[in-house]
């Protein structure tokens, strides 16, 4: 089991920043792949950004791209992701996920975290 949680969430003007954290237990850390998703209301959960088990490969959706990093420290047991620019679109329940081993684009990841709320306003 890899327990997950979330946090850096909160209510921000649209162009502002806002930096989550996902604290990973149970598991070793870096035999892990990790994730953001996220899920508006009314919508389909979708995927953010990834990042490979060492860091040095990141993928990120088309509507996030320039705007979002995800990052990670295998020390600390912890993945980020840092978002500048945000827009009112950005709203919405952000979840870190993990992958055994490889990283994958697709809802696919075997542990959730319980989300955090981001919410941009105009």
């Known amino acids: 089991q890899v327990q997950l949680v979330e946090s850096g969430g909160g209510l921000v003007q649209a162009g502002g920043s806002l930096r989550l954290s996902c604290a990973a237990s149970g598991r070793t850390f870096s035999n892990y792949a990790m994730g953001w998703f996220r899920q508006a209301p009314g919508k389909e959960r979708e995927f953010v950004a990834a990042i490979n088990r060492d860091g040095g490969i990141t993928y990120y959706a088309d509507s996030v791209k320039g705007r979002f990093t995800i990052s990670r420290d295998n020390a600390k047991n912890t993945v980020y992701l840092q978002m500048n620019s945000l827009k009112p679109e950005d709203t919405a329940v952000y979840y870190c996920?993990?992958?055994?081993?490889?990283?994958?684009?697709?809802?696919?990841?075997?542990?959730w975290g319980q989300g955090t709320q981001v919410t941009v306003s105009s």
């Open positions: 996920a993990a992958r055994f081993v490889v990283v994958s684009t697709q809802n696919d990841y075997n542990y």
